[in-house]
């Protein structure tokens, strides 16, 4: 097994692993949308608020990583599909909540059914071990990435400067 602990040996592993991982979920995703009509930043949006529903715009927004005019007209098109609809917050009339219709809960179902047969089909086919590793692992780098989003980034001379 490689010796990973060196930076230039995982660069180079990491990028060889993540074209082939990438044309395998987006296979997988394109697969699971077939005839529901329905894109995957849209199924996304869907499936957050199928986990979390009632979120106010800036909560989804969040949630997607769009910007809150993005998510706005995502969510139009969502509700111009009867998929979601908007409601106005109760306690403060500026703030706009987003709902999944009984419609968007029975596509957001079917495709969370899908995703988990899915993983769980992945999670037959590795050890204990390794679900625990993988795990752990997506979470160490989805925490870098957003450290990432909140930091300044990194120009060409920085970069020169750290080789």
Same mark, same amino acid.
């Given at each position: ?34 005839? +529901?009509?329905?894109?995957?930043? /849209?199924?996304?949006? &869907?499936?957050?608020?199928? *986990?979390? %529903?009632? !979120? #106010?715009?800036? $909560? ?46 029975? +596509?957001?179902?079917?495709?969370? /059914?899908?995703?988990? &047969?899915?993983?769980?089909? *992945?999670? %037959?086919? !590795? #050890?204990?071990? $390794? ?33």
């Amino acid at each position: 097994m490689a010796d990973f602990k060196e930076t230039e040996v995982f660069t180079k592993a990491f990028q060889e692993i993540f074209p082939k991982l990438m044309h395998y979920l987006e296979t997988e995703e394109i697969r699971e949308l077939t005839g +529901l009509g329905i894109t995957p930043g /849209q199924i996304n949006a &869907l499936l957050i608020l199928y *986990l979390h %529903d009632d !979120l #106010t715009m800036g $909560e989804l927004s969040a949630e997607i990583y769009l910007a809150e005019s993005a998510a706005t007209r995502l969510v139009d098109r969502l509700v111009k599909m009867n998929l979601v609809r908007r409601k106005g917050d109760e306690k403060d009339r500026r703030v706009v909540r987003v709902f999944l219709t009984s419609y968007g809960r029975q +596509l957001a179902s079917l495709v969370f /059914q899908r995703r988990s &047969l899915r993983f769980s089909n *992945l999670a %037959d086919r !590795l #050890t204990p071990e $390794e679900r625990e590793m993988l795990v752990l692992s997506v979470k160490a780098v989805l925490r870098v990435f957003e450290q990432f989003d909140t930091q300044a980034p990194m120009t060409m001379p920085e970069m020169e400067n750290k080789e």
